[in-house]
C-alpha cells in the first residue's frame, strides 16, 4: 500500500531557531500533500495544502511566513517552522492520497513531535 | 463547514467486551470515511475505508458502518484485547479536499 514516509520523529529546538520537516510518498506521486498540527488531547486541524510546483493554501489563522512550505517535486514536501517558540511545540503530521493506486483513503506520516525549549 | 463528532469520547472495557465508537458528521455530502488508530505519541494507521456508496467494510474484528442520508457511522470492535487501546479516529473525505477529523474516542481495554 501507499506508504508516507516523515521525519525527524522527534525534535527539540531552542526558541529562536528554525526546524525543518520532511514527509515523502515512498511509492506514488503526491501532487497534494497536507499538513496537521495536533495538540495533546486534541484532533488533528489542517494547517495548509500543499501543491506540487505552487504556493501552499494556509488554514485561516496559520502565518505563512512562520510555517513555510515547499513541494518541490512530487515526493517530497517539507515544512520549515521558523523562528520557533515554545507555544509552538506540538505534533505535525503530513498526509497524501495515492490517487493513481485505485484506493482512495488517505495515508499518513508517522509525525514529528517538537518541542521548543 | 463540515463538522464531525465522536462519541464517547472515552471509554473503558474489560477484556473480551464487544464494543461500538460512534461517529456523526453534519454534512452528508461526503466522498468517503475513513477510521483510523493512533497510539499516544504516534502515526495514524488506517482501520477502515467506507466509499459513500458503501454501507459497510470489515477488517479482523473490526465492522465500520455508514449511514451516509443520517450522517452517522459506527466502529464495531468484537472481542476487544488490551492491544486494542489507543485513540480511534473518525474523517470524512470529498474528492482531494483534505479529511475533516472528530476529535477521538480514547479506548483503553484492560486486562
Known amino acids: 500500500g501507499a506508504v508516507v514516509s516523515q521525519h525527524p520523529s522527534r525534535v527539540i529546538c531552542k526558541s529562536g531557531t528554525s526546524v525543518k520537516i520532511e514527509c515523502r510518498s515512498l511509492?506514488?506521486?503526491?501532487?497534494?500533500m497536507f499538513w496537521y498540527r495536533q495538540f495533546p488531547k486534541q484532533s488533528l486541524m489542517l494547517m495548509a495544502t500543499?501543491?506540487?510546483?505552487?504556493?501552499?493554501?494556509?488554514e485561516q489563522g496559520v502565518e505563512k511566513d512562520k510555517f513555510l512550505i515547499n513541494h518541490a517535486s512530487l515526493t517530497l514536501s517539507t515544512l520549515t517552522v521558523t523562528s520557533a517558540h515554545p507555544e509552538d511545540s506540538s505534533f505535525y503530521i503530513c498526509?497524501?492520497?495515492?490517487?493513481?493506486?485505485?484506493?482512495?483513503?488517505?495515508?499518513f506520516g508517522s509525525g514529528t513531535r517538537l518541542t521548543v525549549v | 463547514k463540515q463538522e464531525v463528532t465522536q462519541i464517547p469520547a472515552a471509554l473503558s472495557v474489560p477484556e473480551g467486551e464487544n464494543l461500538v465508537l460512534n461517529c456523526s458528521f453534519t454534512?452528508?455530502?461526503?466522498?468517503?470515511l475513513q477510521w483510523f488508530r493512533q497510539d499516544p505519541g504516534k502515526g495514524l494507521t488506517s482501520l477502515l475505508l467506507?466509499?459513500?456508496?458503501?454501507r459497510e467494510q470489515t477488517s479482523g474484528r473490526l465492522n465500520a458502518s455508514l449511514d451516509k442520508s443520517s450522517g452517522r457511522s459506527t466502529l464495531y470492535i468484537a472481542a476487544s484485547q488490551p492491544g486494542d487501546s489507543a485513540t480511534y479516529l473518525c474523517?470524512?473525505?470529498?474528492?482531494?479536499?483534505?479529511?475533516?477529523f472528530g476529535k477521538g474516542t480514547r479506548l483503553s481495554v484492560i486486562a
Open positions: 474523517a470524512v473525505g470529498r474528492g482531494n479536499t483534505p479529511l475533516v
Open positions: 511509492d506514488f506521486q503526491a501532487t497534494t
Open positions: 500543499s501543491n506540487e510546483g505552487s504556493k501552499a493554501t494556509y
Open positions: 498526509s497524501a492520497r495515492d490517487q493513481m493506486g485505485g484506493g482512495y483513503g488517505y495515508t
Open positions: 454534512d452528508s455530502a461526503i466522498y468517503n
Open positions: 467506507i466509499q459513500s456508496s458503501q
